[in-house]
């Protein structure tokens, strides 16, 4: 098993709806995680970082992280075209502190 | 607050030649690495500093690729010789350092055609 697993997508979703984005993780120690947008032709940006299992929101989006069960999940609400970009699942790993990238999903938004 | 800054944003050569990336972190923040991303994947470490102290270049290939980060601060990147295969973005990030809530700033990344 990758250490983070992403579906490549693309995953599209009507304008108005909830995106699901969901990552599963390998290193049962892990920690921290972490959500990065990236827009094409950009650098990755940080979005949402959780460390306890349940829910953390930040306006539209939220986390959700199921250490037992070792995944973890961005919800986006109310989605928008501007919302259109890949999503990248990155933690923290226990052992060494490397931080590991997932391959990203790609959310396209349709208007 | 200044984010991280990368140059040059486009490096374009033949293979065999050499090339070297810069980075200059946002100020304060102790650590900083180095990432290549490939299209369609995800960023992947090729070296972390902490400070002036290299403490992760495991996946650094160090037959070409080699790094610095004097006093602590900016860092360079270098490849010498480039292969077709060495396309790709190279990203430069920091971060404080500090905590498992430690947060990676990223900078523009540097895009690099090998030919």
Redesign the interface.
Known sequence: QKEVEQNSGPLSVPEGAIASLNCTYSDRGSQSFFWYRQYSGKSPELIMSIYSNGDKEDGRFTAQLNKASQYVSLLIRDSQPSDSATYLCALRMNRDDKIIFGKGTRLHILP | EAGVVQSPRYKIIEKKQPVAFWCNPISGHNTL?WYLQNL??????LI?YENEEAV?DSQLPKDRFSAERLKGVDSTLKIQPAELGDSAVY?CASSLGVG??????????TRLTVL
């Open positions: 690495y369609g994947q995800g960023p992947e470490l972390r992760d990203l498992r809530s430690d947060t990676q700033y990223f900078g523009p990344g």
